[in-house]
C-alpha cells in the first residue's frame, strides 16, 4: 500500500472530527488517493457513518457543503434544495498580492496577519461574538474563518459578496468617506472617528504619522516619497506641518494637509484592507453552495490537520506544530527537491538524496512530492 | 392606528384586518353604487402605476374619504392581477412601494419604527441591523454600498429618508410576492371589462415598440473590459457587482433590451429571475426613471475590471470606444 495512503488509514482508524452542526443536512465529498475525481453528493445519518467512510475509503481530501440542503444527497441543486449557508471567509496565501515570493512558512505567517484583521472587522464592525467565530488552519496554505450566526444564514450571494466589498475595500468611495471642508482658504477633511471604514482610515492615518514623526528626517522624507505622486517638496511640507499641536488635530477628526492625505490613501486601504481573494478568482464567501474542508480531516497535500484554532490563541498558534498528527520514529526517504522547514520547533534543511527523517516530516515531504519513500 | 394612516398605508397587515372587519362583499365592492369612488380610485392606481410609475396622493379630510381609499386598494390589486401581466405587476409593486416611501419620509421616527416591525426589520432609532440593511438596501450603487457605510457592532448609521427608501423595497417585495400569489375573482374581469382591456393592449403596443427599437448589435465591437465580463459570465463565473453593474449600464446604453440583457445572466449559478430583472429594470429606468451612466473608464480601472489593450488608447469612455468602432465600418 502506498505510503501515504497508509499513515493517512492509521489516522483514520481513530481520527479527531470537529463534526460540523446540523451534520445530516450537508453535503460531503471526498478525493480519494491516486484518483483525480470528487466523489461527490453523498450525506450521512449519522456520525458513525461518516467515521465508518473515512476508515474504509481513507480518503486524500475531505470536504463538506457550506450550505444546509433539504436533500444533501441529491445529484442537482433543484432537487437538493437549498434551506440556507454558513457564513464562511477563506484565507488564503494565494490571495496575496506577493505570496509566489515566500516561503511556505512566510505564507502562512503573513495569511496569519490577514486572520487578524478580518477578526477585528467581523467583531467591530459586524458585531459578531467571539463566540460566535470559529478558526480552522486550512491543513494547506491559509485560515477559514466560518460566523455561526441565525441572521446571516439565509443571505444570498449577492448580500454575501456585499460583505466580502466591505472587508476588502471594494468600492469604497473616497467621497463618501472623506468630506473636505474649505476653512479660511485651506482644505480640511473632516472624520467621523466613531466607527466604519471611516474610523479605520483615521486610526491608519494617525498611524501613520505617528511613526513619521519618530522618524529622522531624512528617512521620514524617503517614506512619504515612496507613495505614488509624493514628490521631494511635498513630502518635507508634510513631515514639517507634523507638530505635535497638528497631531493632537488629527486626532480630533481634523486632517489638515488634504492633498497630501489624499495621496497616502490608497497605499493606507490597501494596508487596512483584508486579501480575502486575488484579482483573478472571485470569493469563496459569495459562493452559497462551496465545499469547505472538513475540520479533523487530513489535507493531502501535506498531511497537517484541518486544526481548530481558539480566537483568543491565534497569536500562539503553529501550525507546524499544532496540525501535525504523525509521530517521531525516523522513516527512510529519497529527497528530489531540497527544502528547509521548521517542524515541531526543530529547523530541517534537507539536501538531494537519501535522509532519515521523523514520520511527521516524511509524510510532509511526500505529501508535497518533494520526497519517495526510501 | 387610526384611519388616516391605515388610508395612507393600506398594505399594511393592520388595515387588511380592517378591510376584513367591515364585512363588505366582493359583488358589493365590484357593484355597489356607494363604492364607485372606491373603484375609480382603484382603477386610478393602476393606471397612473402603469403610466407614471408613481400613484399620486388625494386629499383625505374624513373617515369616508379614508374609507374609500382603504377600499381602492384591494380593488387595484384585483385589476392588477385580473390582466395578468408581469411586467405591470412589478410595476404596480413599485408604485405603491414608492408611494409609502414618499410618506414614510415624513413620519416620526416611532411610526417608522412600528413599520420597520412589521417587516421583521431590526432598526435602533437611526441604526439598522446590517443583514437588513443588505437584503432591501439598493447597494448596486455606489453611495448604497456597505463599504461606504458607517458599520459598527452590526448596525448600520443611517437617516430617516434612507430608512424609508429600505422600506419602500421591503414593501415593494411584500406587494409582488402577494400579487404573484393572488387570483382574480370573476367577477373583477365583468367589472372592469373595459378598462382591463385598453390596459392589456397598451401592454402589447409598448412591447411591440421596445423590440423595433434594437438594432443589430456586434460583441466584436465591445471594449474588452465589456467582453470579458460578458464572457465570465456566460461561463457562470461570479462576477463582482460593480462588474453586473457596467455590463447592464452598457449593454441597455447602446440598446439592448431587458430581456435580452437578462438572458446574459441566466447563466449564473445563483441566477434569480425575479431580483435580477428586477435590478436591470432599475438601473436601465425601466421602472425607476433614472437611468444609469455607464461609468468611464477611470472608474472601471478603480473597480479592477479594465484589461484595456492598444485599441483603447486615448479613449476615456467606454460607449465612445463601442461608437469609433461602429463608425470606421
Redesign the interface.
Given at each position: 500500500m502506498n505510503f501515504l495512503r497508509k499513515k493517512f488509514l492509521e489516522y483514520y482508524l481513530n481520527p479527531k472530527i470537529d463534526f460540523p452542526v446540523r451534520f445530516d443536512r450537508r453535503e460531503y465529498a471526498f478525493i480519494l488517493f491516486e484518483e483525480d475525481t470528487m466523489h461527490r453528493h453523498i450525506s450521512f445519518k449519522s456520525k458513525e457513518d461518516l467515521l465508518l467512510y473515512l476508515k474504509t475509503n481513507v480518503p486524500a481530501h475531505a470536504y463538506y457543503s457550506s450550505a444546509y440542503y433539504r436533500n444533501p444527497s441529491a445529484e442537482t441543486m433543484q432537487e437538493k434544495q437549498w434551506m440556507g449557508a454558513d457564513l464562511i471567509f477563506d484565507l488564503d496565501a494565494d490571495h496575496l498580492p506577493n505570496a509566489n515570493n515566500m516561503s511556505y512558512e512566510e505564507a502562512l505567517r503573513a495569511v496569519k496577519e490577514e486572520l487578524e484583521k478580518l477578526i477585528d472587522f467581523l467583531i467591530e464592525d459586524f458585531g459578531f461574538g467571539e463566540d460566535e467565530l470559529e478558526i480552522y488552519f486550512s491543513g494547506g496554505r491559509g485560515y477559514h474563518c466560518h460566523v455561526h450566526n441565525k441572521k446571516v444564514l439565509d443571505l444570498g450571494s449577492q448580500e454575501r459578496r456585499e460583505i466580502v466589498d466591505y472587508l476588502t475595500g471594494r468600492g469604497l468611495d473616497f467621497k463618501e468617506i472623506i468630506k473636505e471642508k474649505r476653512i479660511g482658504g485651506e482644505i480640511t477633511i473632516e472624520i467621523d472617528m466613531e466607527g466604519g471604514w471611516e474610523k479605520r482610515i483615521a486610526d491608519a492615518i494617525i498611524q501613520f504619522f505617528e511613526d513619521i514623526r519618530k522618524m529622522e528626517k531624512e528617512k521620514a522624507i524617503k517614506k512619504l516619497m515612496e507613495i505614488e505622486g509624493v514628490g521631494n517638496k511635498t513630502a518635507e511640507d508634510v513631515y514639517n506641518s507634523l507638530t505635535a499641536e497638528r497631531m493632537r488635530r488629527i486626532k480630533a477628526g481634523l486632517l489638515d494637509q488634504a492633498t497630501a492625505i489624499k495621496k497616502i490613501l490608497k497605499p493606507l486601504v490597501k494596508k487596512v484592507a483584508v486579501s480575502l481573494y486575488s484579482q483573478t478568482d472571485e470569493p469563496v464567501t459569495a459562493d452559497i453552495k462551496r465545499l469547505i474542508r472538513l475540520p479533523g480531516s487530513l489535507h493531502g497535500k501535506t498531511g497537517f490537520r484541518v486544526t481548530k484554532v481558539n480566537v483568543d490563541k491565534i497569536e500562539e498558534f503553529e501550525p507546524l506544530r499544532d496540525a501535525v498528527v504523525f509521530k517521531d520514529n525516523k522513516v527512510k526517504i529519497k529527497v528530489e527537491k531540497p527544502f528547509k522547514i521548521k517542524m515541531m520547533d526543530e529547523e530541517y534543511d534537507l539536501k538531494k538524496g537519501v535522509a532519515k527523517v521523523p514520520e511527521y516530516l516524511a509524510v510532509f515531504a511526500i505529501a508535497r512530492k518533494f520526497a519517495t519513500i526510501g | 392606528m387610526d384611519l388616516f394612516k391605515l388610508a395612507k398605508y393600506p398594505f399594511i397587515a393592520e388595515a387588511k384586518e380592517w378591510v376584513k372587519n367591515e364585512k363588505v362583499s366582493i359583488d358589493e365592492i365590484l357593484f355597489d353604487e356607494i363604492y364607485e369612488r372606491a373603484r375609480v380610485r382603484g382603477i386610478e392606481r393602476v393606471r397612473q402605476a402603469f403610466e407614471r410609475g408613481f400613484i399620486s396622493n388625494v386629499a383625505l379630510l374624513n373617515e369616508i374619504d379614508c374609507m374609500m381609499e382603504i377600499f381602492s386598494y384591494p380593488i387595484a390589486r384585483m385589476i392588477v392581477v385580473a390582466i395578468d401581466n408581469d411586467y405591470l405587476l412589478r410595476r404596480y409593486a413599485l408604485a405603491e412601494a414608492k408611494k409609502a416611501y414618499e410618506g414614510l419620509k415624513e413620519e416620526e421616527f416611532e411610526f417608522i419604527q412600528m413599520i420597520a416591525k412589521e417587516f421583521d426589520i431590526e432598526l435602533d432609532g437611526n441604526k439598522i441591523?446590517?443583514?437588513d440593511y443588505?437584503?432591501y438596501a439598493p447597494?448596486w450603487d455606489?453611495?448604497w454600498?456597505?463599504?461606504?457605510?458607517?458599520?459598527?457592532?452590526?448596525?448600520v448609521?443611517i437617516r430617516k429618508n434612507e430608512v424609508a427608501r429600505i422600506l419602500q423595497e421591503a414593501i415593494r417585495k411584500k406587494i409582488y410576492n402577494e400579487l404573484v400569489n393572488l387570483f382574480a375573482p370573476p367577477e373583477v374581469k365583468k367589472a372592469f371589462k373595459d378598462e382591463i382591456m385598453e390596459i392589456r393592449n397598451k401592454l402589447i403596443l409598448k412591447q411591440k415598440k421596445e423590440e423595433i427599437r434594437k438594432g443589430e448589435i456586434k460583441y466584436e465591437d465591445f471594449p474588452p473590459c465589456m467582453q470579458s465580463l460578458i464572457s465570465a459570465i456566460k461561463s457562470g463565473?461570479?462576477?463582482?457587482?460593480?462588474g453586473r453593474f457596467t455590463i447592464v449600464t452598457f449593454l441597455n446604453a447602446i440598446g439592448q433590451s431587458v430581456d435580452e440583457i437578462l438572458k446574459l445572466f441566466s447563466s449564473s449559478?445563483?441566477f434569480?429571475e425575479e431580483?435580477t430583472r428586477y435590478q436591470i429594470e432599475h438601473i436601465t429606468g425601466r421602472i425607476s426613471g433614472t437611468i444609469y451612466a455607464t461609468p468611464k473608464c477611470d472608474t472601471i480601472r478603480t473597480?479592477?475590471l479594465c484589461n484595456a489593450t492598444e485599441e483603447c488608447r486615448g479613449i476615456r469612455h467606454p460607449l465612445i470606444f463601442y461608437k469609433r468602432k461602429r463608425r470606421r465600418k
Open positions: - | 441591523h446590517f443583514v443588505l437584503k447597494t455606489i453611495k454600498k456597505l463599504v461606504n457605510k458607517k458599520l459598527k457592532a452590526g448596525y448609521f463565473l461570479n462576477v463582482p457587482h460593480v449559478p445563483d434569480n431580483k473597480w479592477g
